[in-house]
């Protein structure tokens, strides 16, 4: 483990005095100051689902409606420029990617199919991912491959979906949204290439949370959202990437105004704006992007290898308390204990999880949430989470299934996002 | 001319005065101080394109910032209806629609793109739209026709447009964003119907400003923006409209979970929900619906009969002035002078048009927008002008014609949405 410091016995912090420790020494405690919290006793491990509102966003929601309000339609002098400014200050400081790769706009979903799409335009084979990829990643996938005529294929392991995406379409989440872990990109990206497959990245689990170097690692595309470590609110706009070298080959299946070369000429005939603009459909969100250059800032401003290095010493304290409280329930950690290969939640494996997930919100005041059939999901956002939560949470867990009093929490499906 | 009152000659307002009375008698005027308007001496002609900031939308936004702090990823519990639920509204206080037909979701571009490629399931025949439709809706469309190798037709008439789509898929703009001129929906629906086409209307320059009775004309499909006369703020989220007959029979080409039956089962395999929430694809951007809301919620406290009556009204007396004092320096109206068949905007074409658009801007403080190649595009959004500034707004343009200083502008092209 290579969290800093160390507890009080043998493990990183076997009693709570040690977690608090960390957290006299973690220099990025005072982020959470940063960040409207309103009911501080609950215990909030959901930020990998739905980040928090900072001070910075929600000042940058107000200037968005007063520059709508001073400046009414001239505003567009300037907004017209934002989805790619933007782009490329993610592209800067959370993607390692370069300038004019990076756009932001629209969802997730809808970026994935834009460039799922434009991707199967180039190569013949089947839309590939793997089984336990996000669902939305699996159904745009299967949607394109519909369209398109090409088979779509679920493989049961990543070898397996390498293999079968030679000459196709392949698209990996680099963090897994159940278990936590974290894909080798340019190991995956190289394998991939090597049977001539394009691979599409689902950064929505990672960005914000552990490091990033598209351009390092060769990655051709990626997607995410900006909503969970990014905290940039709920639906609020995605990004997507293309690698400099490829934007050319690629067109958007979706042919809008903002992507076409000379927008503003209104002329006859689709074409293709040069860049990443290309992959521009209708009207930017403009207060949403505002919002995301805002989030950014906050990023920057703590530094990503910092924000990383936490979220790996929270996680290490989880699985360890974890192990010495939890496994005797029945408890499994199912996210992988090389802090190096995990994103910065942690996966529990339990027959009653849900009951589990219920009874953490409304008896023991900590918020995670729950993946089915059997996963107990527990986020630790590096910027809002301090280490005596984790030790916290970890502990009311404990209790919980000591006293077994969540087994009276009746069964249901919970609308979780 | 329809409007209410008369001038102190022969016509609605031939002198300030009478259009100081139309104001005095409007029953909308108080409506105008809901809005923030920092330099109330501009006349501001440009709502068609974009509308103004109210403190009912600046109130949402709020609102979403602090539901979002507040409650965190449990918010998602009521968030999750809103792409309906507001839908619901705008379809039973704007669109004449009915309860289950209408979506808040995407960009008009994007929502165009799913109802287009929907529709192009069902009908054999080519993608058709007028020459002179929104650029957005043409590139869409033949977007849609190479994708699925169906023939594209920019037709040079709505005759020619509904007979080229015989068994194919229309789309045609409710008011045309050039010229003004509103379209006979539900003749035009029975004509493409007719002839076994699909017809989807854009309602972006309509939606908010003229009665639509979806319901009533038989319309199949329709989207539009809500930037314009909605004033939900720029690149606010779009909707989409689908006729409860047609929607169980209609497939988006983007499979997004938020479309899935069952969402939150997250299980294997796409199936599409059983009503118009198959339409949604990624997370919805919960800030600007609740923005999407409030701006409705003034539309129904204005009522659209007397904003449809009132937006009659300011472009007669726009129409009237320019007849009276711009014909003679070589204006053109290409708006149709029968008030039923006309939007709230009013098209001067002028070879100077561009020219006059700036001088307008930088010299008049009026801002009108300017569509090439020789349109000045004069905008009259009745909750926020007022019958003297329209009256002023032609006043100044005649002043510009007659003393010619708007020839040392230079030619150039100017970004307006």
């Not at 928090?52 to 309000?69: C, F, K, P, T």
């Not at 990206?189 to 090597?194: F, G, N, P, Y």
């Not at 059939?373 to 916290?392: C, K, N, Q, Y």
């Amino acid at each position: 483990v290579t969290a800093p410091g160390g507890g009080a016995g043998d493990g990183l912090a076997d009693a709570r005095t040690a977690a608090e420790a960390l957290d006299g020494r973690d220099p990025l405690s005072s982020f959470r100051g940063r960040f409207e919290i309103p009911d501080p006793q609950r215990i909030y491990l959901d930020g990998n689902s739905l980040g928090r509102l900072s001070s910075d966003v929600r000042r940058a929601i107000e200037r968005a409606a007063d520059d709508w309000a001073t400046r009414a339609v001239e505003g567009w002098t300037d907004w017209i420029e934002l989805p790619a400014r933007v782009g490329d200050r993610l592209a800067r400081s959370v993607l390692g990617a370069r300038a004019g790769e990076v756009l932001i706009a629209d969802s997730t979903t809808v970026n994935l199919y834009k460039l799922a799409h434009a991707a199967a335009d180039l190569r013949p084979g089947p839309l590939v991912t793997d089984a336990d990829n996000f669902p939305t990643d699996r159904y745009v996938l299967e949607g394109v491959a519909r369209q398109r005529g090409r088979r779509y294929v679920e493989a049961e392991s990543l070898n397996a979906a390498i293999e079968a995406a030679a000459a196709g379409v392949l698209c990996l989440s680099h963090v897994d949204y159940r278990t936590g872990a974290l894909r080798p990109m340019a190991e995956l990206t190289a394998s991939t290439s090597s049977t001539d497959g394009l691979l599409v990245w689902d950064l929505s689990h990672s960005a914000g949370a552990v490091e990033i170097d598209l351009a390092a690692t060769g990655a051709q595309l990626a997607v995410g959202c900006s909503y969970k470590y990014l905290n940039a609110g709920p639906g609020a706009p995605a990004y997507l990437y293309v690698h400099r070298d490829l934007v050319g080959e690629l067109r958007s299946p979706i042919q809008g105004w903002f992507g076409r070369r000379e927008q503003f000429s209104m002329g006859s005939g689709y074409e293709p704006a040069d860049g990443i603009e290309r992959f521009l459909a209708g009207t930017p969100p403009i207060a949403g992007i505002m919002a995301v250059d805002a989030a950014i800032g906050i990023v920057e401003e703590a530094g990503l290898a910092r924000i990383a290095e936490k979220g790996r010493a929270l996680t290490a304290l989880a699985i360890e308390r974890a192990d010495a409280w939890l496994t005797v329930h029945g408890v499994e950690v199912r996210t992988p204990r090389q802090p190096a290969v995990r994103g910065h939640h942690v996966a529990l494996a339990h027959p009653s999880a849900w009951q589990l997930a219920r009874a953490l919100i409304e008896r023991a005041d900590v918020v995670p949430d729950f993946r089915p059939p059997d996963i107990l999901r527990l986020g630790f956002a590096p910027l809002t989470t301090s280490f005596v939560e984790a030790w916290d949470a970890l502990d009311r867990l404990r209790r919980l299934l000591e006293d077994g009093a969540y087994r009276q929490v009746a069964a249901g499906t919970r609308r979780v996002t």
